[in-house]
């Protein structure tokens, strides 16, 4: 039995009081089964777009995928998705249904949707309309492709992402033969778009499941992503790491809070370590130099995938900073919140948790990193002063004092360096006596 919510349900009664069969379609279905809340509603039905529009005419609607067959209508709950049945056509490009053919009955519709959890429809009367055993699979914890699996990524590559994300998501476990078909079809995936394949790998890598994921499709991973593929089976060889590099990667990125800049920094932070492994004399792995080598793959790698200029940042920061000392006091812990500020400094401590404890030895290193939390909580607490415009002097200040131009700015930091140090009191007049002293030891040289 499915709740349905009051939008969905008064949809369904206004098409087919009009005479169109209409179903609550595809996740939505599959959530509410396994009990979890689904985060949108999708409905499908017989009545054609011009047919839909007529139902819904006078209500705030989205017209932009009506030539696809969707209708979205703009509830008070959020946006429903409505879409006419239909079959896809051929896929010559593998990625695009050469055409849209709208088709009479759901069964026909559901036959072209890509795994069978995903292919079920419920009505409030009629039940639940399964013709591909999606319960089955559901309740066994399997994700089967609709029909022949190579035929379907032969037609659409993405589903094999899609694929990939789902087991990540809802920690189920490919059917065997979808996966080795998944596998046959990899290489179509060079056809799909950057950006569709970017929204895979982050539902992917944000999902409860990405450990076993990673582990288990690292080679479909690899195959998108073939910068990385040197990190799989490249042993560490040292006493601080139990796993590859891949493996440690892995459990860093389980570990990490499921957001996606985090969760990419942490696939991306030892990417270089392949390229910069050398092998000591006793035996030892060690891995110079690889934050900044893992900083300029993951460059090309985010500008491949065409990530925002603002995520780039955000993500390279972290990976080019992810085995500096985060501060083992409050002056170092004040000094990196002037340079960073106070969100790339949290960012920082998730990532550097994550690597922690995906290294699998040395525990105290993990309790280093909630002690340096507890700190920097401290500091802010204490209300520091962490940036220029904390200070209690300004720009018109110096000027007063006698600098000019560039000047001001240089002794402004100064002031700010010494108040973070503690080694100066943030009152104004401090800050000026300690001006003038720089301004008169300048003039003495
Ligand atoms: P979620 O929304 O949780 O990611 P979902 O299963 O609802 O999962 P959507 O992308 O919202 O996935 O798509 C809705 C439904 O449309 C899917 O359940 C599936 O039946 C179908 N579908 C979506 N994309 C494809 C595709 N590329 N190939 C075949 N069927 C698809
Ligand atoms: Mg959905």
């Known amino acids: ?48 777009p011009a047919e839909m529009q007529a139902v819904f005419a006078g209500e705030r609607v989205l017209e932009t995928g009506l030539k696809h067959g969707t209708l979205t209508v703009l509830t008070g709950s959020g946006p ?24 009479p009955d759901v069964t026909a519709d559901l036959a072209r949707r890509d795994f069978t959890v995903g292919a079920m429809a419920w009505h409030p009367q009629r039940g639940l309309c399964d013709p591909f055993r999606g319960l089955d699979d559901l309740q066994d914890g399997i994700l089967r492709a609709v029909g022949d699996p190579d035929a379907r990524f032969q037609e659409d590559a993405l589903r094999i992402l899609r694929g990939v994300r789902f087991a990540s998501q809802l920690g189920f476990t490919v059917e065997t033969e979808t996966a080795a078909a998944m596998r046959r079809q990899v290489g179509r995936l060079s056809c799909i778009a950057a950006e569709r394949i970017r929204e895979e790998l982050t539902g992917m890598l944000c999902g409860r499941f990405a450990i076993r994921a990673l582990r288990d499709f690292s080679d479909i991973l690899t195959a998108v992503l073939p910068e990385l593929a040197p990190m799989v089976g490249c042993a560490q060889q040292n006493p601080y790491h139990l796993y590859d590099v891949w493996e440690h990667s892995a459990r860093a990125v389980g570990q990490a809070p499921a957001e996606p800049c985090l969760r990419w920094a942490m696939l991306l932070h030892d990417c270089g370590k392949p390229a910069c492994k050398t092998v000591d004399e006793n035996g030892v792995g060690h891995f110079y130099g690889h934050p900044k080598v893992s900083r300029d793959i993951a460059a090309s790698l985010l500008r491949r995938l065409r990530f925002s200029g603002e995520q780039t940042a955000r993500i390279l920061l972290l990976v080019e900073q992810h085995d500096r000392p985060l501060g083992d006091s409050d002056k170092l ?26 290294q699998g030895t ?13 700190r920097l909580n401290e500091v802010l607490a204490q209300d520091a002063c962490l940036s220029l415009r904390q200070l209690a002097v300004n720009g018109d200040d110096m000027t007063a004092l006698g600098l ?11 002031l700010l360096d010494a108040v973070v140090d503690g080694t100066l009191d943030n009152t104004q007049q401090a800050l000026l006596a300690f001006a003038r002293a720089r301004m008169e030891e300048q003039n003495d040289q």
């Open 1 to 48: 039995m499915i709740d349905l919510p009051a939008h969905a349900a008064r949809a369904i009664t206004l098409l087919e009081d009009a005479g169109y069969e209409t179903w609550a379609v595809g996740g939505c279905v599959r959530d509410s089964l396994r009990g979890a809340e689904p985060h949108d509603w999708d409905l499908c039905t017989a009545a054609k």
């Open 80 to 103: 429903l998705e409505i879409t006419s049945f239909r079959a896809d056509g051929g896929y010559s490009d593998g990625r695009h249904p050469d055409g849209v053919r709208f088709v």
């Open 333 to 358: 812990v004040r000094r990196r919140l002037v340079q960073i500020g106070e969100g790339r400094f949290r960012d920082l401590l998730a990532i550097k948790k994550g690597d922690a404890v995906g």
């Open 362 to 374: 040395h525990p105290e290193n993990v309790a280093e990193l909630w002690e340096t939390e507890r």
């Open 404 to 414: 000019h131009g560039p000047a001001v700015g240089e002794m402004l930091h100064r």
